[in-house]
């Protein structure tokens, strides 16, 4: 009898790890699913910034120290529950819409969208009408005559390559 009550006690103890291991993996799973999602928030926004110090690198692949600084600062927002929008219009209202490294699509610089499109249609097109032009041309021009002194001397390199 005392045997069953061990056994049924280190059931219990056993159920109850089981039990345990469970709820702490979900909520591994979880955090873990959160803190994925965050560093792939945090990355697509530090990738629109500009670095003010490197100029040619997003604030994501630079290590300057002001970079950091904008880095820990995108994290700090982020934890405060800020979205997106809100988290860009705070670096834009700081240092201007230079520190987006693509710049918004309204007002005038939707011509900065634009005009390079808009650029390579045009030369395209123009290439095409040159293009034209030059078959034409070319197509019109008839072939000199020859004189007879050049057609003589002509068939006479003939016949020597013809020789050799």
Known sequence: MQHRQ????DFRTLYGLFALIILCSTFTVTFAAESEEFETRFRKLS?????????GLSVKDSEAGFSNSIKD??????KHKK?????????IER????????????GFNLVLWILPGAGIVIGLLW???????????????????LTPEEEQKLKEDLGRFEES
């Open 73 to 78: 600062k995108i994290r700090e927002l982020m």
């Open 6 to 9: 061990i056994f049924a006690a």
């Open 47 to 55: 990738n629109e910034l500009r670095c003010p110090t490197c100029q």
């Open 95 to 106: 240092y201007g819409e230079w520190i987006l490294r693509a710049p918004p699509k309204q």
């Open 83 to 91: 979205s997106d929008k809100e988290i860009r219009e705070y670096f």
């Open 127 to 145: 290439v095409v009408f040159r293009s034209k032009s030059w078959v034409t041309n070319s197509q019109h021009e008839e072939l000199a005559q």
